[in-house]
């Protein structure tokens, strides 16, 4: 069953209410979504109690686990930690920080930067190093395989550059709308055609296990 933690709906630029994109994920078969919009310091009190109220009463209800989760998105790098104090003291459980893709004007330094605060997944992070995906290593952060258009162009990089150093990988669909999201056959492919094998993509669905475990506790 699919575990996605990189979705967003109409609170930033998705096009589907909370509940619409849970309900899809849910008939498709996942096991667990997070709703992570787009957030700056422009809009993130106007976000997260919204995201938190639909995920909790869709949590009453449905099977399906919604995570409310955040996205840091084309924002100063002297910004981050406040934004990211503000999400974890009103009940945001994952944060995600929009990384330096190779189809995107991402500021220089991104990746780097996301690096060292509290994060969790640095998704999309382009032609990311060596050295920072030691970082992400060493600070239990995971680096994201997608199967966004245009942001995957560089998960063959990010796969191995990451089995080089011993980062941990996760796999997300950065969905937009019902049609992005995945199923078990995709996720596969889109891991294997990294070069990767079996027993690392094994470890990948692994990983989301491990995280969505870490975030419901």
């Known amino acids: 069953m699919i575990i996605d933690f990189h979705t967003h709906s109409i609170f930033s630029d998705g096009l589907l209410l909370p509940s619409e994109l849970a309900r899809r ?4 078969g996942y096991k667990a979504i997070a709703i992570s919009d ?6 993130i009190d106007f976000v997260v109690p919204r995201l938190i109220k639909a995920c909790v009463r869709l949590n009453t209800f449905w099977k399906i686990k919604v995570i409310p989760a955040i996205e840091i998105t084309h924002v100063p790098l002297e910004c981050f930690s406040s934004i990211i104090k ?5 009940g945001i459980r994952l944060i995600l920080v929009h990384g330096e893709t190779v189809v995107e004007p991402v500021i220089n330094g991104t990746n780097r930067k996301a690096l060292c605060e509290d994060i969790d997944i640095l998704a999309h992070p382009g032609l990311i190093t060596p050295e920072e995906a030691r970082l992400a290593a060493r600070r239990n952060i995971y680096l994201e395989l ?3 258009a245009g942001h995957s162009l560089s998960n ?4 191995q550059v990451a089995k080089q150093v011993g980062a941990k990988l996760i ?20 891991i294997l055609s990294t070069g990767l094998s079996q027993n690392e993509l094994e470890s990948i669905f692994k990983n989301s296990e491990y995280l969505l475990k870490k975030v419901l506790t």
């Open 25 to 28: 994920a849910q008939v498709k």
């Open 38 to 43: 787009h957030v700056d310091e422009a809009n």
């Open 86 to 90: 503000y999400a974890r003291s009103h």
């Open 146 to 148: 997608t199967s966004r």
């Open 156 to 159: 063959g990089h990010v796969a």
């Open 171 to 190: 796999l997300n669909s950065d969905a937009h709308s019902s049609v992005d999201l995945l199923d078990e056959e995709l996720a596969k492919k889109i």
